[in-house]
């Protein structure tokens, strides 16, 4: 399962005008592989992640998910996948119930798969209790854990999270992260971006480290410490990369 590909990139890139946020990157994220992007603000981690979901048309490249090539397949390549951006969207005006229920619908689910899988998942993210309340009510973290519900619903073979964590407190993000690697272990492949490097360091398969819109680094932990000679957690090895790179 492991050596199964699940993503493909090749020559990557896109231009915001005369700015190439992203430049060219070739890549391969196995099934079943928990694959975290890091790198700071402005790395191209976030126009990366979109381009994956068809959100943002790439200005060169190509993408294959799961065989399927994403410019030529999007339909049924988005019926694999699910996405929760940074700053999610959701209906106020809903409940979490609702939102799953209407989600459900959009991928064909039927009204029982519907309902066995939005009650493990509300039970799961502590949401069972407030299910029908509307969303205009909950704090930041319910209303982010009810996008996570409403995302995972269709169970994806790909989920991709960009700073998945922001907003959950700390029982649901143990929780959370528990639950990614038990979804990787059923051949989930989940990609997410971060800039808590001590949570890449402690989920990931292997991390790629992003710097001005190119993969520096890419590997294991393990990898990474023997490539660059070093004993170091993360944050300070990710350091040391940065300031190599921007010497050259």
Request: proline content about 3%; aromatic content about 8%; charged content about 25%.
């Amino acid at each position: 399962m492991k050596n199964e590909i699940a993503i493909q990139l090749n020559g990557l890139r896109k231009n915001y005008g005369a700015k190439e946020a992203v430049k060219g990157i070739d890549l391969d994220i196995f099934r079943g592989e928990l694959f975290v992007l890091v790198g700071a603000n402005g790395a191209g981690k976030t126009s990366t992640l979109k381009m994956l979901t068809g959100l943002l048309k790439p200005t060169a490249g190509m993408i294959q998910i799961c065989g399927l090539n994403l410019q030529q397949k999007t339909k049924e390549v988005k019926k694999l996948m699910s996405f929760v951006p940074d700053i999610p969207y959701i209906y106020e005006k809903l409940s979490p119930w609702e939102i799953i229920r209407f989600v459900g619908k959009l991928y064909e689910m039927d009204r029982g798969a519907i309902e066995t899988r939005g009650k493990e998942l509300l039970q799961f993210f502590s949401l069972w209790h407030v299910r029908d309340v509307l969303t205009e009510e909950f704090s930041h973290g319910m209303r982010q854990k009810t996008v996570l519900c409403a995302a995972l619903v269709h169970n994806p073979e790909i989920f991709i999270l960009d700073e998945p964590m922001v907003g959950l407190d700390p029982v649901s993000i143990l929780d959370f992260k528990v639950f990614l690697k038990q979804k990787t272990k059923e051949g989930m492949t989940v990609i997410f971006s971060t800039h808590t490097l001590a949570t890449a360091e402690e989920l990931a398969d292997r991390i790629a480290i992003m710097h001005q819109g190119r993969i520096v680094a890419l590997g294991t932990l393990d990898e990474l410490r023997t490539q660059y000679r070093s004993k170091e957690n993360l944050e300070q090895m990710f350091m040391e990369m940065i300031k190599t790179e921007d010497t050259r």
